[in-house]
Structure formats: structure tokens, C-alpha cells
């Protein structure tokens, strides 16, 4: 199919990136107990390992694909040391960011320690080790870069080109962590340092990894992503059922 056919495909799948539990995540309708769940879910199934999941695509890459070597190593570096937003990040890695996070919302370290996953959850992890290990690498790449570190805003961040609409100040004030849950502003380096380095990476997500598919790669790929999309939506699904959530109901 034509390049921005293809795109489109892959947008589409993005466009459906979104789950009915998020509202009661940034309304702030969750008690504190219940927002460790989710975050405790999150952080065993992906957060903690996507550096070593990158890191395993990277080492399938043919030697003649050096500049999308060069950016997933790039990717790779910031997640598991923070280097690219040093002044943010101080030396500490994505998770430990994350981990930093959680302790402005009162958890401890040790509440994301033997985290037990729920089916959903184990479903898709285990998704995500099956693609990272053994899918074509342009495939994998394509699940880990678009799908896992995109989201339902990235059509019109394209369009923006990724340039960000707000100062990251203005963000933070306006995040629901903050508004709802009461987490310090000092302790979201992890939202400054996505915001200091993401715009970058996904800008080369959507360029250099499209332009490294092959047409017969096209279809494997989107469906690679529509089967990431049905596994993340029932992760959500299934993390949400054990946080006593229900489905709402709908507005007449």
C-alpha cells in the first residue's frame, strides 16, 4: 500500500488507544489503594522492563540499518539511564523515575516488589516478550515504538509536528497526579524528562521506522498492532475489574 495509506492504518489503531477507566484515573475517583493497583500493574508489565525490550529488538537489527540502530540505542540510553535528560533526570533510568514518582504518592519501593499480574495483564506482557523476542524486528519495532509508547494523541501531535502547545510547568500543574492526588511538582521528573526527549523519539518512530518497512512487511505489521491494541485494551479491562470499577454508564 502507499506510505500514507499505511500511516493511516497505523494511526487508526491509535486512534483506539483509549479506555473507558482512564476517566476515573485523571478525574481523580480513585482511592489511593486503587490507584496502586493500576500503577502497580503498569510497572510489572512494561515500564520496568521496555529498556531490555528495546534492547532485544536492537539486537535483531541487520548492520545496514544504522540510523534506526543508532536511534533505538539512543532510546535505549535515556530509558535505562536518563542520560539524554540528564539535567532531569540526575542519572536515574525511566523506571527509577517512575519509582521516584510513586514515592510522591506515598508508596514505597517495596509495593512494586513480587507484583503479581492479573490475567489480562500476564496476556499482554506476555504478548509484548513474544514480540520482542522472536516477531521480524521491523514488526517488533514497530509494536514498541508506535503502539506501547504511543497513544490516542499522536495524530494530532503529528500534525504539530511534535512541537509541544504548553510549557512543561503549565503541564504538570494541570496533571491529574497533581490536581487530584496531591504529588509534588519536584517529584515528576518522569513526566519532565517524556517531555524534554518524547516529542524527538516519536517524530523519528513515525519517519525513520516507516521508511525501514518493506510493502510486504506493511500488513504483518498493522497486524501485529491491532492484536496489541485488543491485548492492551483487555489488560485495561482486566486491571480495572479488580480495582471494583464499572463499565459507565452512558449519558442519554
Given at each position: 500500500m502507499p506510505s500514507s495509506e499505511f500511516r493511516e492504518a497505523l494511526l487508526s489503531v491509535l486512534d483506539q488507544k483509549n479506555h473507558w477507566g482512564w476517566q476515573?484515573?485523571?478525574?481523580?475517583?480513585?482511592?489511593?489503594?486503587q490507584l496502586l493497583h493500576h500503577f502497580q500493574q503498569e510497572y510489572e508489565v512494561y515500564v520496568r522492563d521496555f529498556p531490555i525490550m528495546l534492547a532485544r529488538v536492537l539486537g535483531r537489527m541487520?548492520?545496514?540499518?544504522?540510523?534506526?540502530?543508532?536511534?533505538f540505542a539512543?532510546?535505549?540510553?535515556?530509558?535505562?539511564?536518563?542520560?539524554?535528560?540528564?539535567?532531569?533526570?540526575k542519572g536515574l533510568s525511566h523506571p527509577e523515575l517512575f519509582l521516584k514518582m510513586m514515592?510522591?504518592?506515598?508508596?514505597?519501593?517495596?509495593?512494586?516488589?513480587?507484583?503479581?499480574?492479573?490475567p489480562t495483564s500476564l496476556g499482554y506482557r506476555t504478548f509484548l516478550d513474544l514480540v520482542s523476542f522472536t516477531y521480524d524486528w521491523r514488526i517488533a519495532a514497530a509494536v514498541l515504538t508506535l503502539f506501547v509508547e504511543g497513544?490516542?494523541?499522536?495524530r494530532e501531535r503529528l500534525k504539530k509536528n511534535y512541537h509541544p502547545t504548553k510549557s512543561i510547568e503549565a503541564k504538570l500543574k494541570?496533571?491529574?497526579?497533581?490536581?487530584?492526588?496531591?504529588?509534588?511538582l519536584s517529584d515528576m521528573d518522569l513526566v519532565r524528562a517524556h517531555h524534554s526527549i518524547e516529542g524527538g523519539h516519536r517524530k523519528t518512530a513515525w519517519e525513520t521506522l516507516l521508511k525501514a518497512i518493506p510493502v510486504e512487511f506493511q500488513i504483518p505489521v498493522v497486524r501485529a498492532m491491532q492484536e496489541a491494541l485488543e491485548l492492551w485494551l483487555l489488560f485495561r479491562d482486566g486491571v480495572c475489574l479488580e480495582m471494583s470499577l464499572e463499565y459507565p454508564k452512558p449519558t442519554k
Open positions: 476515573y484515573i485523571v478525574g481523580g475517583k480513585l482511592s489511593k489503594s541487520p548492520p545496514g540499518a544504522v540510523q534506526l540502530r543508532r536511534e539512543e532510546n535505549i540510553y535515556e530509558e535505562q539511564t536518563g542520560g539524554l535528560s540528564q539535567k532531569i533526570s514515592g510522591g504518592l506515598g508508596y514505597r519501593n517495596q509495593d512494586f516488589e513480587n507484583i503479581q499480574l492479573v497513544s490516542i494523541e499522536d494541570e496533571h491529574s497526579l497533581h490536581r487530584h492526588y496531591g504529588i509534588s
